[in-house]
């Protein structure tokens, strides 16, 4: 039984650890502690330690059109979230060269939202490159795309997003955050060893809780290997373009942009004049510098390959071809923990008591951000998951995700400049 006097230790403090703290911490839940081995929030190695991220509605499968409309509810309304919300637009396209894969996806993108009431009167087609100028008239490269813009969607500033949702749970004094000190193993005690009772922690100490859940990313592995079946770590390249005062001041409201072959971008933070800017790929797994058979993050993630490089070089050719040859700054790779079949995994760990996981983001739940801790606190006190493609799955089949376009490589089989 779980109720708001059960203790719970939620290990990671990325977009799913936050948000469950404060979820937790909103329906009344008086004992919540938030484990995290990064000193200082954004944690260095969360998907969500980025200068912003997509949100949107359109999915492939409508299921997600629902949770993400609910996510971006919060986004437009709750205090907390909205400042940092920035409802550009969205326009989504294809190049002429784009593989059917991706015109496909474009499609049931649009399928998702074009007959959905919360959508109506917000998007517009796109066939020609006047129509991409009628809509972000400062684009002036070929840009021989066609797709629509979506107005009811943008981006989030992610980093300072994680920051207000770290101050506000700080602010509960029901929250205790411990920073600088991560889960070094899981403790069990019970007949058979299988009752999860906390952890032990990086500096030796025991962490003990009623409730533990495992929140760490693309490196759940590391702690959990029997999710190495369904999880696998896999990372996406994230450049920026320091842009002066009057070129990020001309990009000003630009929609985020993603031609979904070549890759996307996003209007120019107002503070610092970065304009992120990612190639489009099929991501890199680490099986390579790992341990016992994984792919985890490794140590160094600040660069990127020279070929995602020239993709990125590439997608500004043909919308601010100006920018082209500029220097990429702040190279990273993004880990994420991708799931086979792009599902979340939110469920109890099989064959332990008190041990629940909230992993899987598979490169879509940043958006999720105000929303997916109630997820959390569902399985937490039901525990079971009811939402059967969000449950435990021992393989989650080798199936590639339908929106992305390339082959997936390991890093151990890139140059690196
Ligand atoms: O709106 C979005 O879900 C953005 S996904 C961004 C991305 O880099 C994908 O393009 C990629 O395929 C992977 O899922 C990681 O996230």
């Not at 977009?15 to 944690?43: D, N, Q, W």
């Not at 593989?99 to 020609?128: D, R, V």
């Not at 086979?340 to 064959?351: L, N, Q, R, S």
Request: proline fraction near 6%; aromatic fraction near 8%.
């Amino acid at each position: 039984m779980t109720d708001i006097n059960t203790s719970i230790l939620i290990v990671g403090g990325g977009t799913f650890g936050l948000s469950t703290a404060y979820r937790l911490a909103k329906a009344g839940y008086k004992h919540i502690t938030v484990l995290e081995k990064s000193a200082s929030i954004p944690p260095r190695d969360s998907a969500g330690n980025d200068l912003n991220k997509i949100i949107r509605a359109e999915y492939e499968d409508p299921f997600y059109t629902d949770l993400a409309l609910q996510a971006m509810h919060e986004w437009q309304t709750h205090p907390l979230f909205a400042p940092h919300f920035h409802q550009t637009g969205y326009l989504l396209a294809n190049s002429p060269a784009a593989p059917e894969k991706a015109k496909l996806t474009l499609q049931k993108s649009l399928a998702s939202i074009s007959s959905h009431p919360s959508f109506a009167g917000q998007i517009q087609p796109i066939q020609s490159r006047a129509d991409i100028r009628a809509v972000a008239p400062v684009f002036d490269g070929p840009m021989r795309w066609t797709g629509y813009l979506n107005r009811m969607a943008g981006y989030a500033h992610a980093a300072s997003a994680l920051r207000a949702l770290y101050a506000a749970c700080a602010a509960l004094d029901v929250v205790t955050l411990r920073l600088g000190e991560g889960a070094a193993s899981l403790l069990f005690d019970g007949d058979g060893d299988d009752t999860c009772v906390g952890v032990r922690t990086t500096s030796g100490s025991e962490l003990r809780a009623d409730r533990v859940v495992l929140t760490l990313g693309a490196s759940v592995a590391s702690l959990l290997p029997q999710m190495a079946g369904q999880i696998t770590a896999r990372a996406w390249s994230v450049g920026h373009v320091q842009l002066a005062p009057d070129e990020a001041t001309r990009l000003r409201g630009i929609p985020v942009t993603y031609a979904r072959d070549l890759g996307f971008f996003f209007e120019p933070d107002a503070e610092t004049g970065l304009l992120k800017v990612c190639p489009a790929a099929a991501g890199y797994t680490n099986f390579v510098s790992a341990e016992g058979g994984l792919s985890l993050p490794p140590e160094d993630s600040d660069w990127i390959p020279p070929e995602d490089e020239e993709r990125i070089r590439a997608l500004l050719r043909d919308t601010l071809p100006a920018l082209a040859g500029r220097d990429i700054v702040d190279k990273k790779l993004c880990w994420c923990a991708d799931a086979a079949d792009t599902e979340y995994v939110i469920d109890v760990v099989p064959g332990k008591r008190n041990l629940i996981v909230a992993s899987g983001d598979s490169g879509h739940a940043f958006k999720m951000l105000p929303v997916v801790g109630d997820w959390v606190r569902d399985v937490l006190e039901k525990g079971v998951q009811d939402v059967v493609r969000w449950r435990w799955k021992e393989q989650s089949g080798k199936g590639e995700a339908s929106w992305r376009v390339g082959m997936t490589m390991d890093l151990g089989d890139l140059r690196r400049e």
